[in-house]
C-alpha cells in the first residue's frame, strides 16, 4: 500500500526561525512529489519536484527531493506568523490517470 | 479565472440520509478528483474522474459514488450516512494528465448527527 509520512507531525517556533519539514515515501509507480499549504480551508499548492536534487525556490520556502532515499525537504526561512499552517506532502503516480496520495500534514506554529 | 467551487459550504444531516456535494472545476480542467479529510486520516483520495468516466478509486465503501457532467462538473453522493462519515470533503481539479497540479476547492463540511 502507497504511504507517505511526514515529521515532525507538530512544530512550534519563533518569528525569524529556519524550520525543515521531512516527508518520505513508498509509492508503486512514483510520478511527482507535491508540497501544499493549508491554512483554513482549501491546500494550496507550493511546489512539484519530479527530479532529485533540484531545488525549487519560492521566496523564503524551498524544497529538494531525493529519489534514491525517498524523501523531501520544506525548508522556511526566516518565518513568519502568516507561515502558521499544516503542511501536506502528497505523492503523486504515473500510469495515465490522477492519483495523489497525502501524508497527515506537519502542522506549523510561528509565535511572535 | 474563477477558481474551484463547492457547494454547499456546510451541511448537517443524520444517519442513514444521503447527500450530494456539488463540484464546479476551474474552467478548461477536465479532471475531478474528490477526498474525505479528517483529523484522524488526514486527506484520503475517494475517486477521480475524467471525461465523464470514473478513471481512478480509493478504498471507501460502495456508500460513496459519484459522477461528471459534459461540463467538467461533478457531484459525489454519500448514502446512508454514517457518523464517522463526518469530515470536510475537498474536491480538486486540474487539466488531467498525470504531470498536471490539482487546485482545490473550499470544501464542505458534512456534519452527520
Known amino acids: 500500500e502507497d504511504k507517505v509520512v511526514q515529521s515532525p507531525l507538530s512544530l512550534v517556533v519563533h518569528e525569524g526561525d529556519t524550520v525543515t519539514l521531512n516527508c518520505s515515501y513508498e509509492?508503486?509507480?512514483?510520478?511527482?512529489l507535491l508540497w501544499y499549504k493549508q491554512e483554513k480551508k482549501a491546500p494550496t499548492f507550493l511546489f512539484m519536484l519530479?527530479?532529485?536534487?533540484i531545488e525549487k525556490k519560492s521566496g523564503r520556502l524551498s524544497s529538494i527531493l531525493d529519489k534514491k532515499e525517498l524523501f523531501s525537504i520544506l525548508n522556511i526561512t526566516a518565518t513568519q506568523t502568516g507561515d502558521s499552517a499544516v503542511y501536506l506532502c502528497?505523492?503523486?503516480?504515473?500510469?495515465?490517470?490522477?492519483?495523489?496520495?497525502f501524508g497527515t500534514g506537519t502542522k506549523l506554529q510561528v509565535i511572535p | 479565472k474563477a477558481g474551484v467551487t463547492q457547494t454547499p459550504r456546510y451541511l448537517i444531516k443524520t444517519r442513514g440520509q444521503q447527500v450530494t456535494l456539488s463540484c464546479s472545476p476551474i474552467?478548461?480542467?477536465?479532471?475531478v478528483s474528490w477526498y474525505q479529510q479528517t483529523p484522524g486520516q488526514g486527506l484520503q483520495f475517494l475517486f477521480e474522474?475524467?471525461?465523464?468516466?470514473?478513471?481512478n478509486k480509493g478504498n471507501f465503501p460502495g456508500r460513496f459514488s459519484g459522477r461528471q457532467f459534459s461540463n467538467s462538473r461533478s457531484e459525489m453522493n454519500v448514502s446512508t450516512l454514517e457518523l464517522g462519515d463526518s469530515a470536510l470533503y475537498l474536491c480538486?481539479?486540474?487539466?488531467?494528465?498525470?504531470?498536471?497540479?490539482?487546485?482545490f476547492g473550499p470544501g464542505t463540511r458534512l456534519t452527520v448527527l
Open positions: 480538486a481539479s486540474s487539466l488531467g494528465s498525470t504531470a498536471d497540479t490539482q487546485y
Open positions: 509509492v508503486t509507480n512514483f510520478r511527482s
Open positions: 519530479t527530479s532529485s536534487g
Open positions: 502528497a505523492v503523486q503516480e504515473s500510469g495515465g490517470y490522477q492519483k495523489v496520495t
Open positions: 474552467s478548461g480542467h477536465r479532471s
Open positions: 474522474y475524467f471525461s465523464e468516466t470514473q478513471r
